[in-house]
């Protein structure tokens, strides 16, 4: 799916870096704390957040995130802008909750970023990615 329908299934308003509208886009983490997004995202995803901090776009950056999608109506503070119009990273607001961005996607086509949630024979769940399995929290 290109970016620009993303910005058409959310209703979303382009903050930065329109011209990445023909952008592919099949995979999308959603998340409010960092660590989790560096330690479960895969590069080329979206990344749907409530924050609206630079520490968002360094993140994505690290990670080649593909766009930002700032959801619950949020709106990014202007160093957050410059940054990632200095690392080329979209940024889009829609007015939709997390659950229901996440739920919108979902039904279009794109997939969580996350490795499969695999039943374990020991009492936790383990995330499966590959040949790396980690402990589900």
């Known amino acids: 799916m290109k970016l620009h329908d993303v910005k058409e299934i959310l209703e979303a308003e382009i903050i930065v870096c329109e011209d990445k509208l023909d952008m592919e886009v099949a ?13 479960f995202t895969k590069a080329g995803s ?18 080649d995130i ?38 919108r996607l979902y039904s279009k086509g794109i997939v969580s970023c996350l490795p499969k949630v695999e039943p374990s024979s020991e009492s936790n769940r383990k995330y ?6 980690q402990d589900v929290d």
């Open 66 to 103: 593909a766009a930002i999608i700032l959801v619950r109506g949020k709106k990014p503070k202007p160093e957050m802008i410059t940054i990632a119009r200095e690392h080329d990273i979209p940024i889009l607001a829609t007015q939709c909750t997390l659950f229901e961005t996440a739920g």
């Open 27 to 39: 995979t999308a983490c959603g998340a409010d704390l960092m660590s989790d997004v560096l330690a």
């Open 46 to 63: 979206l990344l749907l957040t409530g924050l609206t901090n630079v520490q968002v776009v360094r993140t994505a950056h690290v990670l």
């Open 128 to 133: 499966v990615h590959g040949n790396q399995v």
